[in-house]
């Protein structure tokens, strides 16, 4: 199998060039052209000699397809499937608002995670996706020039595909590539440790950590990776990051403050919507610099969940910001067409 080329460093292009026995500069043109230009076939490198063209497509593929669907909701927000490797695809979601245009992206086929509330988590695992076929989804969007926000919210857990989401990430942001500033980008997670630390230590893009129940043995009956991986133990972790503000001794701790840092909350009736599933959180929380984002529950079939109201929302939203927690609720986008929070689905049938 060819290996994709979108998604190599500098460094590691200058590897290629230097195998296919080419002079160093020849790196430099194939950068910019995989990272500055919407190229789909290396013959419209037009600066790069026939031979290196014929070489390339020998050996290596270059990573980019365009969508082989797109599926429009009444609301304007659109969906896209995208083939990757081994016959599968994934989905991923135009959502845009105004000035603001945000791009929801997939990083495995399927996911491990299992939350029982979520279509991508009954589909199960099928494949993690490589560095370019999660650019892809950003590269061949027909909206591209539009974009001013990107979230990893899409199919899979982000940190069970660390490696080739950290290459995506530089990718976006490095001078060399799309050059996109962190503050643009958000990445989601039940709060798998390892991945997280690493992306908190290497990358400044923003956090978002599915919270969902602040109780550990509410979240363990609905979210399995509760059990490895408790949110109490995620917190505390975080309590030592530079979102961290010590509200207990009235202080700020010293840091950059370049990451924004949020907690995904669904609200269900009567499952998380009580005042004492509210001072949990509140208690839980206490002391990070954050908000908590309230979502809307999207129905899926043959599932015994029911969302809260439209005015619980609201109620939850003014109860926690009495507390002083920061608190939103994100606008339902898509669900006419499957594309809202926690619809992505793309098992086949």
């Known amino acids: 199998m060819k290996k994709q080329i979108s998604g190599l460093t500098p460094k590691e292009i200058e590897t290629v060039v230097a195998e296919l026995q080419q002079p160093r500069f020849v790196a430099k043109q194939l950068t910019q052209w995989l ?12 600066n790069v000699s026939k031979r290196v063209r014929e070489l390339l497509s020998e050996r290596y593929e270059l990573g980019r397809s365009k969508p082989v669907r797109r599926v ?18 994934v989905e991923s979601v135009f959502i845009p608002d105004g000035d603001r ?29 490589t560095a370019a076929e999660i650019l892809n989804q950003i590269y061949s969007l027909p909206e591209f ?52 630390q690493r992306f908190i230590r290497e990358s400044r893009c923003n956090l978002a950590i599915s919270l969902h129940f602040a109780f550990g043995r509410d979240r363990a009956d609905h979210m399995p990776a509760q059990k490895p991986y408790p949110i109490e133990d995620v917190v505390e972790m975080l309590r030592h990051e530079d979102f961290c ?65 439209t005015e619980r929302l609201m109620h939850v939203r003014n109860y926690l910001t009495s507390k002083g927690l920061f608190a939103t609720v994100r ?6 067409i499957a594309a809202a929070c926690g619809l992505l689905n793309t098992k086949k049938r």
């Not at 500055?36 to 013959?43: A, E, R, T, Y």
């Not at 509330?117 to 199960?124: A, I, K, L, P, S």
């Open 72 to 89: 429009v909701s009444k609301d304007g927000t659109v969906k896209y499937l995208f083939a990757v490797t081994d016959g599968h695809t």
């Open 245 to 309: 503000r010590d509200i207990d001794e009235g202080l700020t701790r010293e840091g950059s403050h370049q990451r924004r840092l949020s907690f995904e909350y669904i609200l269900f009736e009567g499952l998380n919507d009580k005042v004492h599933h509210l001072d949990k959180i509140v208690k839980l929380l206490r002391g990070l610099d954050c908000r908590v984002n309230l979502i809307p529950f999207h129905a899926i079939p043959d599932s015994p969940y029911v969302g809260a109201t």
């Open 331 to 336: 606008a339902s986008r898509g669900q006419d």
């Open 35 to 46: 990272y500055k230009k919407q190229i789909f076939s290396f013959d419209e490198m037009t």
């Open 145 to 196: 020039e539009r974009l001013t926000n990107i979230v990893f919210m899409g199919q899979g857990e982000p940190f069970d595909n660390t490696d080739e989401v950290m290459r995506a990430l530089e990718v976006l942001t490095a001078e060399w590539g799309l050059a996109w500033s962190p503050k643009r980008i958000t990445v989601s997670t039940v709060g798998l440790m390892k991945g997280m």
């Open 101 to 129: 245009a945000t791009l929801c992206v997939s990083s495995q086929v399927g996911c491990k995670m299992g939350c029982r509330f979520c279509m991508t988590g009954r589909q199960g695992f099928e494949a993690n996706l």
